[in-house]
Structure formats: structure tokens, C-alpha cells
């Protein structure tokens, strides 16, 4: 099992729409937790942190369940300049400063 | 303005050479990070660095080697032991180990 797994996608969905995307993580212990988008060659810069009682930031909303072992981004009201790869991050050995990608989601958002 | 530089942005290496690529930050970051990236494919962590004179290996470190004797620099070689080179190069820092990356704008090597 990968340390940190997301559905590649794509999710095409229309503008207005609201979509949703998880990301599994397999060390129980980890403790920090992120969302980064990236677009078309360029480098990948951070959307949210993740904190254990949830953030939201206008459109977007991260959650995290413990125990469950994911966290979720959700995305209201879609734009098309929300088309991307979204990326989850997760430090997954406890204080090692090993910091794991997930291998992203695309995200279409179509007029 | 504070940042990561990495350099050069592209480069091309004939097959069996070694190249370095740099990274250097004035963010006062403690930890650095190098990842490579495939086309369609996530960021995979080659090495990383918590602390000045300290690294360890990521999940995909073979021919591959790092070196970080000052706070601001984490250099990547690429040696011609690493069988598929070309990919893009991304290197980061952060604050501390749990805390936000800030990424460098990318190295693209193609080995011809």
C-alpha cells in the first residue's frame, strides 16, 4: 500500500459545481497534513494546511479523520481557474521530516 | 525578496555524465527538500535535510547525491548511476519539519 494515495482523476464537472477529493494515508502516526495545487509545469504551491477540526478558506474546506486515516478537500462553487492538479502532503514518520506526496488529483472545471 | 533559487531551469546531459543541480533559499529554513517529478505523476522525495551537516534518504535516493554544509544551500547531483535522469526537479524548504514548503521554480533535465 502507498504511504499517501489520491485518485488521479481527472473530475471534469461544470462551473458552479462542488467536488470533492480524498487522500489515504497509511502511518497512523503522522501530524501534518496539506493541500497544494499545481498548475500545467510549474511548481506546486500550498492551498490549505489541514488541522484536526477541520479549515475553511471561502470555497475550499479541509477536513481530517483520524480514524479513518484521510483528508478531504472540498471545493464549492467551481471556477474555471480552479482547474489543476490538487496534491495532498502528509508527514508520514512521526517527527522525521519525511514529507510524501500523494500523486494528485486533476480537476477540469468546464464552462 | 525571500525565496528558493533553484538552478539552471533546463539542462540537457549526454548519458553517463554527472550534473548538480542548485538550490538555495534565504527563507531561514531549516529543512530542505529535493523531489522529482514525471509527467502525470506526483512529486517522489529524493532526499532531505532537517539541519546543516545532516540528510537523509527519501524513497527514491539511487544516483542520486546531496550535500548541505551551509543553512542555505541543498545541492542535488545526478550521477550516471541513476538510470532514467530526466524528469523535473523540484526542491523546497520549510521552516521545520511540520511546517509549510515553499518550492523553487524547477529544474528540467533531459539526458539525450
Known amino acids: 500500500r502507498k504511504e499517501v494515495e489520491q485518485d488521479p482523476g481527472p473530475f471534469n464537472v461544470p462551473e458552479g459545481a462542488t467536488v470533492a477529493f480524498n487522500c489515504t494515508y497509511s502511518n497512523s502516526a503522522s501530524q501534518s497534513f496539506f493541500w497544494y495545487r499545481q498548475d500545467c509545469r510549474k511548481e506546486p504551491k500550498l492551498l490549505m494546511s489541514?488541522?484536526?477540526s477541520g479549515n475553511e478558506d471561502g470555497r475550499f474546506t479541509a477536513q481530517l479523520n483520524r480514524a479513518s486515516q484521510y483528508i478531504s478537500l472540498l471545493i464549492r462553487d467551481s471556477k474555471l481557474s480552479d482547474s489543476a492538479t490538487y496534491l495532498c502532503?502528509?508527514?508520514?514518520?512521526?517527527?522525521?521530516?519525511?514529507?510524501?506526496f500523494g500523486q494528485g488529483t486533476t480537476l477540469q472545471v468546464k464552462p | 525578496d525571500g525565496g528558493i533559487t533553484q538552478s539552471p531551469k533546463y539542462l540537457f546531459r549526454k548519458e553517463g555524465q554527472n550534473v548538480t543541480l542548485s538550490c538555495e533559499q534565504n527563507?531561514?529554513?531549516?529543512?530542505m527538500y529535493w523531489y522529482r517529478q514525471d509527467p502525470g505523476q506526483g512529486l517522489r522525495l529524493i532526499y532531505y535535510s532537517q539541519i546543516v551537516n545532516d540528510f537523509q534518504k527519501g524513497d527514491i535516493a539511487e544516483g542520486y547525491s546531496v550535500s548541505r554544509e551551509k543553512k542555505e544551500s541543498f545541492p542535488l547531483t545526478v550521477t550516471s548511476a541513476q538510470k532514467n535522469p530526466t524528469a523535473f526537479y523540484l526542491c523546497?524548504?520549510?521552516?521545520?519539519?511540520?511546517?509549510?514548503?515553499?518550492f523553487g521554480e524547477g529544474s528540467r533535465l533531459t539526458v539525450l
Open positions: 527563507l531561514n529554513h531549516d529543512a
Open positions: 489541514v488541522y484536526s
Open positions: 502532503v502528509v508527514n508520514t514518520a512521526g517527527n522525521t521530516g519525511k514529507l510524501i
Open positions: 523546497a524548504s520549510s521552516k521545520s519539519w511540520i511546517g509549510e514548503l515553499f
